[in-house]
Structures are given as structure tokens and as C-alpha cells.
């Protein structure tokens, strides 16, 4: 089936159990453990990718993103070792996936199926440049080929079932995360966490910054669940 290429346009909302449908699917997938230890690699593209867009928004040197079997990751730039857009930069990975999921629920929620598709294959492509071991090559060649097949070759309704599965998985997805540092942190297992960097940085304690991800995650999940389900 040749693909819409109307990226511009916009395409007809799904009926009301198919937004709800995909929800509980995208549930599905964040809650049981044994799920969650794969679906969470996609939480961890968006996590380094955060980290490498930010970097680059601010103006430091992108050098490397690295993604490993255990979900963890690692993304590494030059810069000023202080200063705002470092702080921005460590900020960016617990809020990347709650943001980018709000973001894809304004898109959909304006009718923008392909938009968000494309878009979504176009970060996935250009963050694979920066990836540096062959895991991290893998899970991101595989995610964007995902993309890129359900844009090229299904129809509007298969397309419409996959973004608004994604978002919905962006959106819970992005909730858990920060409930898994908090309790790294009181096991003492959470090692140099974003949020222990990012204290360091601003002399804010790092439980603060904490409360921040939960913050973002949660608003994120809020206000995009409102503008899915408002179809």
C-alpha cells in the first residue's frame, strides 16, 4: 500500500474505545516487570536522546550515545562543565519521554497522524548517527524501522492504532522511570543519577530535582491523556 505523503494534512481521529484500547495496550506494557525490561528500551532511546538534543540545543559537542542490554545508558558531550546548558542537558533525560509523549498528544489531538509518524522516524534516524555500540545500533535501527514500515506501507487506520499506542507508552512510560531512581536512592543503589549530578550543579538537593521528574511525568501524563481521550 503506498504511503499517505500528506505530511501536512491531517487525518481522521479514531473512535473513542480505539484511544482507550490503545491506552490499556501501552499499559500493558509499562506495568508487568517482565514486560517492562524490554518495553524499556524505547523509554531509554527517548531518555539519551533527550540528553543528546539538549546538548546540542545548547550549543555543546554531541560526542557519543551509548545504549546498553540493561536499559540503562549513557550519552556523553564537550562543553562548559557548568552553566545553564549543562543543567538543561542533565534535566533533559527523566522529562524527555514525558514531554515528547505531550507533544505527540497535541499533534494527534490537532489530527496530525503523519506528522507525528514522520517526525518521529526523522529523530530516530538522525539520533542513529550518534550512537557508538552495537546494541544501542540495533534498538534504534529497529524502533525507526518500525516507524518507517507502519508509515510507508499500512493505511490510516493501522497508523492511526500505532501513534496513538506510542504516545500513550510515552506518556505512562515516563512515570515509572523516576519511581525507579527514587528507589535506587533510598537503597543507596542510584549511583551518579542525573538527579545527584544536577544537585551538584545547582546546589539544589537532588530529592528536590526528583520531584521535579515526578512533576513533569505526571502533568505530561495529565494533559496529554486529556488531549487523547478528547477525540
Known amino acids: 500500500m503506498s504511503p499517505d505523503l500528506d505530511v501536512l494534512g491531517t487525518q481522521s481521529a ?10 490499556v495496550a ?3 506494557a509499562v506495568v508487568p516487570r517482565s514486560i517492562w525490561r524490554l518495553s524499556r528500551n524505547a523509554i531509554t532511546i527517548a531518555h539519551e536522546g533527550g540528553h543528546g538534543l539538549i546538548a546540542l540545543v545548547t550549543g555543546r559537542r554531541l560526542q557519543s550515545i551509548r545504549l546498553h542490554s540493561d536499559t540503562s545508558g549513557l550519552t556523553v558531550s ?5 552553566g545553564l546548558g ?13 514531554l ?12 496530525r497522524i503523519t506528522l507525528l509518524l514522520w517526525l518521529a522516524t526523522a529523530l ?3 539520533m542513529l548517527l550518534m550512537v557508538r555500540n552495537a546494541y544501542g545500533i540495533f534498538t534504534v535501527l529497529l524502533t525507526g524501522a518500525a516507524f518507517l514500515l507502519v508509515s510507508w506501507l499500512t493505511g490510516p487506520d493501522v497508523q492511526s492504532v500505532f501513534a496513538y499506542t506510542v504516545v500513550w507508552f510515552l506518556l505512562l512510560g515516563g512515570v515509572r ?12 543503589d542510584a549511583g551518579d543519577s542525573d538527579a545527584d549530578q544536577l544537585g551538584r550543579l545547582t546546589h539544589v538537593p537532588p530529592t528536590l530535582w526528583l520531584l521535579f521528574f515526578h512533576a513533569v511525568s505526571i502533568c505530561a501524563l495529565i494533559g496529554g491523556g486529556r488531549w487523547l481521550l478528547a477525540v
Open 177 to 188: 522511570p523516576a519511581f525507579e531512581l527514587q528507589a535506587k536512592r533510598r537503597h543507596g
Open 124 to 126: 530516530l534516524l538522525a
Open 78 to 82: 564537550r562543553g562548559r562543565p557548568t
Open 26 to 28: 501501552a499499559l500493558a
Open 86 to 98: 549543562m543543567i538543561l542537558t542533565a534535566a533533559a533525560g527523566y522529562t524527555a519521554a514525558p
Open 14 to 23: 479514531p473512535a473513542l474505545w480505539i484511544v482507550i484500547a490503545t491506552g
Open 100 to 111: 515528547l509523549g505531550l507533544g505527540g498528544a497535541a499533534l494527534l489531538s490537532s489530527h
